[in-house]
């Protein structure tokens, strides 16, 4: 692994006008990583990863890298990028070992954070760094958000995300509170109540966008959100149809053939494919087919009935009258996209939103009430990870400014009360 590793790092140019770089949305400092590696000092490079990107090893692994830093890449011109998500897995992985560092001072302020999906973490690791005590809420057992729930492990590792909670969260004196879904039971006003000075809502989407066609509520189907978070729980057959293009579609289809399904048809309105090229040419290769210029019309027991769709010069897709047909199988998938939920914004007074409920804030995500910020896929819809990191890393230092200009909070109503004997 590692000559192979030097093989690749060998073959970067060290462009003084690095394109790779400008095509990370973080702008990683990919030519002065592999230089680090080359000259013997992984250590410092891993360091540089970590501290532009603390979830550095899921980017590796899970980033567009296709169309960010090795679509850019010079050499791929006329020959093979420089794939730098192999160089950065294989340097940010040997040197979070070396990560054993413990909390830093704290600065006597504290911060909550509702989400515990990419932005989230990114925002909690950055403000940690600054001495801040910062608390995570999350609706679900384990960090990670979409990237535990939403991506399969043969995608991401829960490994990595469980070295993450151990050397990011739990060495940096970070609470998590697990099982906690804020705008219940517990509001935003009473994270202001109880000390906390700025809150940062990263939620994510985790409501199914419907098709709003006949059939969805039927036992043979799931939502694609709902299928990836346990897909054990659902038993939809061995033949399935994966409504969809893009690439919770792809890992839908993928980790049906890897839950007993024989025959998994991805099935497409238009005659375009939204997934990466990498994402769908790995669910050819593992046997899935797919089913382009088809609309859905109907779910039922025994089928999809699908109409023929023709594209329009606008560039849509539309159903051609007269076309439908009955398509047998055992269970149907539907993967279009998630929304927000709206109980958060619901139960708080003050926290404009869009037409699309996404939450509204400006280029450092300030809400607009002063204290509550927002990133992610909350305020710009489904995006990739690497760009909530990118988005968390500009709201941490915005809450940073923002605390910095505030008094000290009132920790407690009764500062002076003896201690009980037990």
């Not at 030097?6 to 702008?27: D, F």
């Not at 990107?53 to 006329?78: A, F, M, W, Y």
């Not at 089928?303 to 047909?325: D, F, H, N, Q, Y």
Request: some cysteine; proline content about 5%; aromatic content about 6%.
């Amino acid at each position: 692994m590692a000559l192979h590793v030097m093989e690749e790092a060998n073959r970067c140019l060290g462009c003084k006008k690095p394109r790779c770089r400008e095509g990370c949305p973080i702008h990683t400092n990919i030519p002065e990583v592999i230089r680090l590696l080359k000259d013997g000092k992984l250590n410092d490079a891993g360091r540089m990863l970590f501290e532009n990107n603390p979830l550095t090893t899921v980017c590796s692994l899970v980033c567009d890298h296709e169309h960010q830093c090795e679509g850019h890449c010079i050499r791929g011109i006329k020959d093979a990028p420089v794939h730098f998500s192999l160089i950065e897995n294989y340097i940010s992985t040997t040197y979070a070992n070396q990560m054993v560092k413990g909390p830093a001072p704290l600065n006597g302020r504290k911060t909550a954070i509702i989400g515990a999906g990419p932005a989230g973490l990114t925002i909690a690791i950055i403000l940690a760094r600054y001495g801040y005590a910062v608390t995570i809420f999350d609706s679900r057992d384990k960090i990670g958000g979409i990237m535990r729930y939403g991506i399969p492990d043969f995608r991401l590792p829960d490994a990595v995300l469980d070295d993450i909670a151990y050397r990011h969260v739990e060495m940096k004196g970070i609470r998590f509170r697990p099982n906690t879904y804020i705008g219940s039971t517990l509001t935003i006003d009473d994270l202001f109540r109880d000390g906390f000075q700025s809150v940062f809502v990263g939620a994510g989407l985790w409501k199914p966008r419907r098709l709003n066609i006949r059939g969805e509520s039927l036992g043979n189907v799931a939502f694609a959100i709902n299928y990836l978070a346990n897909p054990e729980a659902f038993h939809l057959g061995e033949r399935i149809f994966v409504i969809g293009s893009g690439n919770a579609a792809m890992d839908c289809a993928r980790t049906a053939i890897r839950h007993g399904a024989r025959y998994v048809t991805i099935v497409n309105r238009s005659d375009r494919i939204a997934a990466s090229d990498y994402e769908s040419g790995y669910a050819r290769l593992e046997g899935v087919e797919f089913l382009m210029l088809r609309t859905p019309r109907e779910i039922r027991e025994d089928g999809l009935i699908l109409a023929e769709s023709e594209m329009t010069e606008e560039g849509k897709s539309r159903p051609v009258p007269g076309t439908e047909k009955l398509y047998p199988c055992t269970g149907v998938i539907i993967a279009a996209s998630q929304g927000p939920e709206n109980n958060l914004v619901n139960t708080t007074t003050g926290i404009d939103t869009g037409r699309s409920g996404l939450l509204s804030v400006d280029e450092d995500g300030r809400t607009s009430r002063p204290g509550v910020f927002a990133a992610g896929d909350a305020t710009s819809g489904a995006r990739n990870i690497v760009m909530a990191v990118a988005g968390g890393k500009r709201v941490a230092e915005a809450m940073h400014e923002y605390m910095q200009s505030l008094p000290p909070a009132v920790e407690t109503e009764y500062p002076n009360v003896p201690v009980a004997e037990l």
